[in-house]
């Protein structure tokens, strides 16, 4: 870690590949007989039934998204309906939010969707910030493999992830909101039988992922959440048994595969130990506890990344608080949270005993819930002591001084402040007002 102290430094080959057709010699001599339109025309004839299937669906489509070349984030479904120039997208983890802008159908070495004007829900993964120059590897173009119907298979120009479109039956007015019942009623584990194969899979529902032992092997396996359960991004075979899609009832925490000619596979979720803080617990209200005052503060969870956004501190910024899976805790470090004359403004984690604080987002406090049900209390605690012994936090702006070197601002906006203070010093708690 990074310590400044009070002014900061600068910081096959065969007759079925692509590439065969490059050749001078064709595997069959006549195949210029075999088509009888131009291959611009097959190309465009493509694109124009996927314009006309995408805007014939009255409710709009289903769209399976995979981020990631790793598919480190797991799936997620975004609800598109079509019309002549525009796509109005809603997300399965975002209740009652649509954004609406244009897309496209283009030929790039093959017919390709795209969606070209910025849309905050569509491009969440794809979108460059301060920290992540990359952004998550999130697409926004999309090469179309094969369109039926119902269901259109497509794959990212980036990643190659494969992705579908599914035709929606009836309005889905409501996907969003049965959707996030099933992700905060989901399950610490897994367990069953599949093919006479014994299994357990261990969740991580902020990725979406699963790792699964059986028969002696352990794999990963990713998944998105459906208003119906689960549906993973590949099958999963198991005793000659291929799975991928489950309904999941929220009550019994079963799970239930609905793969057609699949019988009789169900699986037993197992519930978070009540000792254990699962991420939806986190939502709520509570007293921000440091020295000089209090706070009042919502935790609002965003389901995209698995953190929550601690609100109210001021009208100008909230916090981003990391959920980590494997403990159950919280955890807050130095983050941009917005900008004042054209400078970056800092909240940043400070040690006000030594006068050091970090522009790093490591995580530097680990909030961490004190085990009592009726009066929850989280405190915070340094993460690594030994690198920054933080008890508080400070905004900053920063700015180049007359000599050129970076330097640091205390901000002292009065529409920033909490409590009348840029300053939290010894942040001791968050006290929640409702039992737990």
Not at 288 to 303: I, K, M, Q
Not at 306 to 321: E, R
Not at 338 to 362: A, F, K, M, P, R
Request: hydrophobic share 35%; glycine share 8%.
């Amino acid at each position: 870690m990074k310590r400044t102290k009070h002014i900061l430094t600068a910081l096959s080959v065969s007759c079925g590949l692509a590439a065969a057709t490059t050749l001078l010699t064709a595997c069959n001599d006549e195949v210029d007989d075999v088509f009888a339109q131009s291959a611009s025309a097959r190309l465009q004839s493509t694109i124009d039934r996927a314009r006309s299937v995408l805007r014939s669906a009255e409710y709009g489509w289903e769209l399976e998204y995979y981020p990631g070349t790793t598919l480190e984030y797991g799936g997620l479904v975004y609800t598109v309906r079509f019309d002549s120039l525009t796509a109005t997208v809603g997300c399965s983890l975002i209740a009652d939010s649509t954004v609406t802008s244009h897309y496209r159908l283009t030929n790039d070495n093959g017919p390709v969707l795209t969606f070209d004007t910025y849309n905050e829900l569509l491009h969440y993964y794809s979108t460059p910030s301060s920290g992540e120059y990359e952004a998550k590897g999130g697409e926004f173009e999309f090469v179309i493999d094969s369109i039926g119907d119902d269901l259109i298979t497509l794959y990212g120009k980036k990643t190659h992830n494969t992705m579908y479109l599914r035709r929606f039956k009836e309005a889905p007015h409501d996907y969003a909101r049965r959707t996030i019942d099933i992700y905060d009623h989901f399950v610490d584990s897994i367990m069953g039988t599949i093919g006479g194969v014994e299994l357990r899979a261990k969740c991580e529902p902020s990725h979406r992922s699963l790792t699964v032992t059986a028969a002696g092997d352990t794999t990963s396996v990713y998944y998105t959440y459906t208003d119906r359960g689960i549906r993973l991004y590949r099958p999963f075979r198991l005793g000659g048994v291929s799975v991928q899609s489950f309904d999941f009832d929220t009550t019994t925490l079963q799970l239930t595969c609905t793969d057609e000619g699949v019988e009789g596979v169900q699986l037993q979720g197992i519930p978070y130990a009540d000792t254990f803080m699962n991420y939806p617990r986190y939502e709520g209200d509570y007293s921000l506890v440091f020295e000089g005052g209090t706070a009042d503060v919502h935790l609002a969870p965003n389901r995209l990344e698995g953190t929550y956004l601690m609100q109210g501190l001021s009208s100008k910024y909230d916090l981003v608080l990391r959920y980590d899976a494997a403990t159950g805790d919280l955890r807050l470090g130095s983050q941009v949270v917005g900008s004042l004359n054209g400078q970056q403004v800092y909240w940043v984690c400070y040690d006000y005993t030594d006068g050091y604080l970090s522009l790093e987002d490591e995580g530097q406090f680990t909030i961490r819930w004190n085990g009592n049900r009726f009066y929850p209390r989280f405190n915070f605690t340094p993460t690594n002591p030994n690198a920054l012994n933080c008890d508080g936090g400070v905004l900053i702006y920063l700015y180049y001084n007359e000599d050129g070197q970076l330097a640091a601002g205390v901000v002292d906006d009065a529409a920033w402040l909490t409590n009348g203070t840029i300053q939290m010093r010894k942040i001791q708690s968050l006290n929640r007002k409702t039992r737990l």
